[in-house]
């Protein structure tokens, strides 16, 4: 006697019957056309071993790669049709999979090589657009990072001599594969190699940050296939057959006296679910399906459509993680009350609760094995307080079709921009309204803040979903003493500091997360005592997203309509740099490490210009206007000069 054996995702299962779907595809998975095998076409049975036949028919025990041989030494397909170099196999590899891809502008910066770290370790496929591949590949040697497969199962494709000034070259084969895409871009500053100072190749704030950036995002809408919600049956209820998986679990399990029932509804399009809710002794009834495990994990959550009087139902479910009877995830939902309404419930209002109780400290749904859904509708919300929209006594409400699981669109276009452009707006040409600003916006070096609204109008404005981040200073993780958790806001009415890699985990959150779409924000480390030393998990930046408005409601939440464009205003007089510079906040900000450094030549690509400068942290020694230019000249020598070569410092 054979023993029954069946595979479930990779694993051979013996003996008891396990029940396991997955309705997610492998991330870096090739489909393959289908064939069908007629192999007595290439070669005849009675070629084959005799160990092949047994009782009469013919048992395929080894392998097809016997068949696959002989049809390849006899010159033939599996379909039994004549191939050209029959018998020559070759050693090259498979072309690696470019699909599902990040393309990611100005990858070789300080900033952008973090993003492509980031993205790589997350198993992301990465596409490195930059203007010097060789520059990049020594960008991306410190990570461990090399062209191709990665360890963790990311892919790197770089792509060579992509100048974002130039339209022309953002051209579709770019975009090959392509379904998101991240800029993180901007000017280069530095000194020439003629020992000027100056933008670096042309590449300047209109250049790069406002009119690269439309480039790109104009190219984005023309080659990225736009994402469309999507949406597919896991809990099926529109037969008898559908209902006959669910069985009820009302409060006579333990002493009540409520009753509720399942039924077709009268279209046989869905169910209806009806009863009593009896207060004493319990106070509740329910549903749930039996096991079947599935795995949503390549979805956002579940909705349902469904008609009724304005109760609030729980949806339960239950995951292989789950050992208790009395453990499961729970969210509470509204019914709406006489019309059909679709309800959205994302995994991440799903609650972890034991004995009717939240567990505050536990693990967030997974929703890779989900083995049950279950509904209730009880006096009772969460923790024991009671549900303001119980009625006892008779209920009836109706589902249309069944639970579904369902996938939002995600951002397919993120800038990542810089605090400050949204003030420097509202300023406009008003110089003592200036003066009264951060100094990023008093400075406004080549009218960069301007320039960078541009781009983001640009963005905002390209038919792509997309994302806006607006870092404030950056700087480098060795600046940092530690980690921190982060803060995020809107309306341009925060300033600070944050580490590169701190930005770069947030876009790798912020392009899986539906709730980013649409959305402004600008991010920054927190200062508060008790936020640092705390490392800042994925789930947790999603939470700073949910508390956050997207651009086309902002104003219903307070703030005020993105400001008109205006243009850049007259630079600032070397006097007025030295005035800027010397001020007490500057210098106070400065020795806190607050803000990040002005761009220098070797930064190319880098994102964000602020003027919080790097300086020295001893800037409070030097006092008064000698004592200002004292201070530029030494933060110049430090963090510029010190790139020349030394023939030229000499």
Same mark, same amino acid.
């Given at each position: 006697m054979v023993a029954a054996l069946r595979v479930s995702h990779g694993v051979v299962q013996s003996g008891r019957s396990v029940h396991r779907r997955s309705l997610v595809p492998h991330k870096h998975c090739v489909a393959v056309p289908r064939q069908t095998l007629q192999p007595s076409q290439a070669i005849g049975f009675e070629n084959a071993p @005799?160990?092949?036949?047994?009782?009469g028919g013919v048992l395929v025990v080894g392998?097809? #790669?016997?068949? @696959?041989?002989?049809?390849? !030494?006899?010159? !033939?397909?599996?379909?039994?049709?004549?191939v050209a170099?029959?018998?020559?196999?070759?050693?090259?590899? #498979?072309?690696?999979?470019r699909e599902n891809a990040v393309l990611v502008f100005g990858a070789s910066g300080r900033c952008g090589k973090e993003i492509v770290a980031k993205l790589l370790k997350s198993g992301r496929t990465v596409v490195a657009a930059v203007r010097d591949s060789a520059k990049a590949m020594s960008a991306f040697k410190e990570y461990g990072i090399s062209e191709g497969a990665q360890k963790n199962g990311g892919i790197l494709f770089v792509?060579? #001599?992509?100048?974002?000034?130039?339209?022309?070259m953002l051209s579709g084969d770019l975009f090959k594969g392509v379904t998101q895409v991240v800029v993180a871009t901007g000017a280069v500053f530095g000194r020439d190699s003629n020992g000027n100072m100056g933008y670096i190749d042309g590449m300047t704030p209109e250049k790069v940050d406002a009119k690269g950036v439309e480039a790109i995002a104009a190219a984005a809408a023309k080659f990225v296939p736009k994402q469309k919600q999507e949406d597919v049956m896991v809990i099926p209820m529109a037969s008898e057959k559908d209902l006959e998986r669910w069985q009820k679990l009302d409060d006579v399990i333990m002493g009540g006296n409520s009753d509720s029932a399942l039924g077709l509804n009268e279209t046989s399009t869905g169910f209806t679910w009806s009863g009593k809710l009896v207060v004493e002794g319990g106070g509740f009834c329910g549903a749930r399906s039996y096991p079947d495990t599935v795995d949503l994990s390549g979805y956002d959550g579940v909705s349902l459509r469904v008609k009724g009087s304005g109760e609030t139902l729980k949806l339960n479910i239950k995951t292989d993680d789950l050992n208790e009877p009395e453990d499961t995830y729970q969210a509470t939902f509204d019914v709406p009350d006489g019309e059909w309404g679709d309800v959205f419930i994302p995994w991440h209002e799903f609650v972890p609760v034991k004995r009717a109780r939240s567990v505050a400290d536990g693990p967030p749904l997974n929703p890779r094995a989900i083995q049950q859904f279950g509904l209730v509708y009880s006096r009772f919300s969460f923790n024991g307080f009671p549900n303001p929209a119980f009625k006892p006594g008779e209920f009836s409400i109706e589902f249309d079709g069944g639970i579904k699981a369902v996938k939002k669109v995600k951002p397919q276009i993120l800038l990542i921009s810089s605090a400050g452009v949204e003030r420097n707006a509202l300023v406009g040409n008003d110089e003592e309204k200036r003066k009264q600003e951060i100094p990023i916006v008093q400075l406004n070096p080549g009218g960069i803040l301007n320039h960078k609204y541009s781009g983001e109008i640009a963005v905002r404005s390209c038919g792509l979903p997309y994302a806006v981040l607006r870092p404030t200073g950056m700087s480098d993780d060795a600046d940092q003493a530690a980690p921190s958790l982060l803060e995020m806001s809107q309306g341009d009415r925060i300033t600070g500091k944050i580490a590169r890699s701190d930005v770069a985990q947030i876009v790798d959150a912020t392009l899986g997360f539906f709730d980013a779409t649409g !959305?402004? @924000?600008e991010i920054r480390r927190s200062e508060a005592s008790d936020a640092q030393g705390k490392s800042m998990a994925d789930t947790q930046v999603q939470k700073l997203y949910l508390s956050m408005s997207k651009d086309t409601v902002r104003t219903r939440q307070g703030l005020l309509p993105f400001p008109a464009p205006v243009d850049p205003p007259a630079p600032v007089s070397e006097e007025r740099k030295e005035e800027i510079l010397a001020d007490p906040r500057v210098k106070a900000a400065t020795e806190r490490g607050a803000g990040g450094r002005v761009r220098d030549a070797d930064e190319e690509n880098a994102t964000t210009l602020t003027t919080m400068e790097d300086a020295s942290r001893t800037a409070s020694n030097y006092e008064g206007k000698e004592g200002a230019r004292e201070w530029i000249r030494r933060w110049r020598a430090k963090t510029l000069e010190k790139q020349l070569p030394e023939e030229v410092k000499a």
């Open positions: @005799v160990e092949f036949i047994v009782g392998s097809i #790669a016997f068949l @696959v041989n002989e049809a390849l !030494k006899a010159g !033939k397909d599996l379909e039994g049709n004549q170099n029959a018998g020559e196999l070759t050693d090259e590899p #498979a072309p690696l999979p792509e060579d #001599a992509v100048d974002v000034t130039q339209p022309e !959305k402004t @924000v």
